[in-house]
């Protein structure tokens, strides 16, 4: 698993229960994107809160080391933390774009086909903008070109 796949996983909200499915119920009613709206906006806080401790963290342990090794150290791991608060500004990018989605009421809905993405695929990836056959279509296009 890539660094940047792990890191994302690790940062998903799994500290919600699954939306109770009902029979005939209609797709992306007001309790489903209250649902939605809560898993994204308590993902967005923590993430936030992680930059934050980033900040904390790095500001604390600062030190101008004299010996290189441990100087080169420092850096290394400072280089390794920014990186994926990098990744996780731009997911951070990607909730605030599936919350406004959510209000203009285009959340669960691809945005290749136009399909419903699903309750179960959204709990599990919160920002997927693709149904899963589309994607699947587009990763397998993604390996045939490089």
């Not at 990186?83 to 406004?100: A, N, P, Q």
Request: proline content about 5%.
């Amino acid at each position: 698993m890539s660094s940047a796949k792990k890191t994302e996983s690790q940062a998903t909200p799994f500290s919600f229960q699954p939306y109770p499915l009902v029979e005939g119920e209609e797709y992306m009613n007001e309790p489903q994107v209250e649902h939605f709206r809560r898993i994204l906006q308590n993902w967005k806080k923590e993430l936030m809160r992680e930059v934050d401790r980033t900040v904390s963290h790095m500001q604390d342990e600062a030190a101008n080391f004299p010996d290189p090794n441990d100087r080169a150290t420092q850096e290394s791991e400072f280089s390794l933390e920014l990186r994926t608060r990098d990744r996780e500004r731009k997911l951070i990018k990607k909730i605030e774009e599936s919350l406004e989605n959510l209000e203009r009421g285009d959340y669960g809905y691809c945005e290749t086909c136009g399909i419903e993405i699903g309750l179960r695929r959204l709990e599990a990836r919160p920002t997927a903008t693709q149904c899963i056959d589309c994607k699947t279509l587009d990763e397998l296009r993604e390996k045939q070109i490089g």
